[in-house]
């Protein structure tokens, strides 16, 4: 007989409720395995010493004041942890989001330009000026700005 199968049958053994056939098998493995025979030992024990436990004996209400007690905790621990669902809510909304919407929303970068000195007398006018500024390509017209202003210093 394998271990295993002695294992699983241990409790059956020490309660009676196996057949003859296996119960021979079974002493027999017991008296050739010392492994098995320590587990049967220790079950033995603990079942021979479980038994000589007093027993408290419980009042009629005992298990109802248990169930008030356990229905009373549940309720307390629901009503204890919302507050913390709403600080962490709190915490989300007012740190994290603001931080997602920053990473996701890249703000256009422009280049600061030194403005001109006034001082002098420009060639056209400002509104002829402004109409071809709508003409041009901004890559142009920043090239075209940076190129009066280095003109003029």
């Known amino acids: 007989m394998k271990c295993k199968r002695f294992e699983k049958r241990i409790l059956d053994f020490i309660d009676g409720k196996i057949e003859e056939k296996e119960k021979i098998k079974l002493e027999e493995h017991i008296s050739k395995c010392g492994k098995c025979k320590k587990l049967y030992d220790d079950f033995l024990f603990i079942i021979n010493n479980s038994k000589k436990i007093e027993h408290p004996i419980l009042d009629e209400n005992f298990w109802k004041a248990k169930l008030n007690l356990v229905i009373e905790k549940r309720r307390y621990h629901i009503y204890r942890f919302k507050p913390a669902y709403l600080g962490i809510s ?5 740190f994290i989001l603001p931080l997602l919407f920053k990473i996701h929303v890249i703000p256009k970068k422009y280049t600061p330009i030194e403005l001109a000195d ?10 002829e000026i402004v109409k071809c500024i709508d003409y041009i ?10 190129f009066i202003l280095i003109e003029n210093n």
């Open 137 to 146: 390509d901004e890559n142009d017209a920043e090239k075209i700005i940076k």
């Open 118 to 127: 006034f001082s002098y007398e420009l060639l056209f006018s400002e509104d």
């Open 90 to 94: 709190f915490f989300i909304l007012i």
